[in-house]
């Protein structure tokens, strides 16, 4: 069996021993109820807010801003329908972009189900939302623009800011689904005027089934799920203690070595793009060419089908993606590539290849060597590429 050799943390990443090692007491030892009043249930409290602390801080706000949930999507989906169910009498309509996770795209079919009205802004063919569109969309019945900070498939960063200055100005709420930017991208949600923003604790070496979303104070939304009072009665079920804890300890890492990492992700995807542009013809770069995710790279290898890749690479121990992780079930061509102008045949060959902490240099030319290897042989095997190479 080769070693394996993991280029997929856009899906997630393995969690970090640090973070296991705060989060276990609070399995066996410290395993109070963070609502019970005896000793081991305000030591679970107690870690819940300094962990509420620590993802505030993160991202220049307050601990009383932060909301726990149980993933990256019930964040997206605690934001959107929060919002508009709190603000119907207000209006009905909602921008959003054809390029979101399912979290969020998914979220507003369903409010559209329920007589919301919503906008799907279109992408160039780098995948940046036009600010002209936008603002053109907007109409006295706009209650939420919900904008993703950076693709999750091809890496691209919206323009954040100018957004969040557009949202203002029209007094409309402002969402982003940053569960691929943070730890990648610094953010700080008042400079940005975000109003509310979900992330996901396994994308930045947290472990999986721990979210979290950022709601500014005075920003009316509701809670969509009932039970308890938990999270200020925002968001009911017993406080996942260890959860909290690893998110909170994740987060504090990740801005530890902020710029040591990313510059390493970034030296990683670069390297990786001139190789595979010097030693593979035939192929296109997906997303903005700089202004994109770190570790981020996305390339469409022509007359190729992503999922033979994927299966050849897997045999030489190589872990990627030919889409978005959660939607990489289907074989339908992926809905970002599609977006952004690629034809069918041409999506379908593309691969996301995207950088972490245990990668190094030779791990990319490993990856590289192969993929000249594969890409070679499934050409050869394409009647299309065959008739290519006569001409
Ligand atoms: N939003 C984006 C942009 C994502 O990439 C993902 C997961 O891949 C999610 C939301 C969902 O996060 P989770 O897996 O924590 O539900």
Do not use: W
């Amino acid at each position: 069996m080769e070693k394996i050799r993991y280029f997929d943390h856009a899906a997630t990443t393995a969690t970090k021993e640090e973070v296991l090692k705060e989060m276990l007491p609070y399995f066996t030892l410290n395993y109070g109820n963070a609502s019970s009043i005896y000793s081991i249930g305000r030591k679970s409290k107690k870690a819940v807010e300094e962990s509420r602390h620590k993802v505030a801080y993160a991202i220049g706000t307050e601990a009383k801003e932060i909301y726990f949930t149980s993933c990256g999507s019930e964040s997206d989906n605690l934001a959107i329908k929060g919002v508009a169910f709190a603000n119907k009498e207000k209006g009905n309509h909602i921008i959003t972009t054809k390029i979101e996770h399912p979290a969020v795209l998914h979220t507003c079919q369903h409010l559209e189900r329920e007589g919301f009205r919503v906008t799907y802004l279109n992408v160039d063919n780098e995948g940046l939302i036009n600010l002209k569109e936008l603002e053109e969309s907007i109409t006295p019945q706009t209650i939420l623009i919900s904008v993703m900070f950076a693709n999750n498939e091809i890496g691209t960063i919206q323009p954040i800011k100018e957004i969040g200055e557009i949202a203002k100005r029209y007094n409309i709420y402002f969402h982003t689904d940053a569960v691929q930017a943070i730890g990648n991208v610094r953010i700080n949600v008042n400079e940005l005027n975000i109003d509310l923003l979900s992330m996901s604790a396994h994308k930045f070496y947290g472990p999986k089934g721990m979210g979290a979303l950022y709601v500014r104070s005075g920003v009316k939304f509701e809670k969509i799920q009932d039970g308890g009072h938990q999270e200020r009665n925002m968001r009911a079920g017993t406080e996942n203690v260890a959860g909290i804890v690893g998110l909170g300890k994740a987060i504090e890492l990740a801005y530890e070595n902020f710029d040591e990492y990313n510059k390493k992700l970034t030296d990683l995807r670069d390297y990786y793009f001139s190789q595979v542009e010097e030693k593979i013809p035939d192929i296109k770069i997906n997303g903005h060419r700089t202004k994109r995710l770190p570790g981020n790279a996305n390339i469409s290898f022509e007359f190729i089908e992503g999922e033979s890749l994927l299966l050849y690479l897997d045999a030489r121990g190589i872990c990627a993606s030919s889409g978005s992780a959660c939607t990489s079930g289907s074989l339908d061509p992926s809905h970002v590539l599609l977006a952004i102008g690629l034809p069918h045949e041409i999506a379908h060959g593309s691969l996301r290849v995207t950088f972490g902490d245990d990668n190094s240099k030779s791990d990319v030319d490993f990856l590289v060597e192969t993929l000249v290897e594969i890409v070679e042989k499934l050409r050869h095997m394409s009647p299309l590429y065959e008739e290519k190479s006569e001409k």
